[in-house]
């Protein structure tokens, strides 16, 4: 098994008033099924970005009501989304996916993603430190996610927070005609 790393234990409480490295506040909060329109308007901002999601734009819903829908999956116990919210709309998202049958219960896997004009200020950081929290919180021991090869700054996050590469899928994805590995990155709780 790879390297253990104690995990940041701390005790969550949401909504949390948080500052950006350059002094302003954003909230993290629960997801809404509300914040549909919202977050599908972040969906479709970084679709058209397209080297960082796994779906392109004409694969994420095309309607508010359909994104609603998806969101409701984040209602299941082992399932959990929070967003992040300066000047009045949603600036970011973190999800995680505790395994959910009885021999993956160990596991939590991650997403998250920042609105463009919002990285580089800390919230992609605190999101996901957050939303590590709750997966500790819920017995989580092996912390999974899986990106992109040429996603140099989502690896960097997650160095940082303790993830070390396990392993590459090499050419897992086709992005703009050319082949892209998949890295697979995990963190183990003590
Ligand atoms: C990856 C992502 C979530 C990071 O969020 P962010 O809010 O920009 O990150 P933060 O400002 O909290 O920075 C956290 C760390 O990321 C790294 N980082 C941030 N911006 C960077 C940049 N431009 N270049 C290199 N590293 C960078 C740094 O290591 C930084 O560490 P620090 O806090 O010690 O400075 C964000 O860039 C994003 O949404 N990208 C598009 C979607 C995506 O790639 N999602 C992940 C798919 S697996």
Known sequence: MGTRFSAVRRILRLPEARTTKDGRTFIIREMRLS???SILDLMKSLAEERIYLLRE???IPESVEEERQLLKMYQEKNRRMLVA??????VGTADCRLGNIRKSRHTASFGIAVRKEY????IGRALLETII?????KGAKKLWLSVFSTNKTAISLYKKLGFE???VRKGQFIVDGEYVDEVVMVRWVR
């Open 35 to 37: 914040d549909a329109e």
């Open 165 to 167: 590469v396990e392993c």
């Open 85 to 90: 919210v300066m000047d009045g709309k949603i």
């Open 133 to 137: 929290s709750w997966a500790v919180e």
């Open 119 to 122: 990285r580089g200020i800390g």
């Open 57 to 59: 734009a004409d694969e």
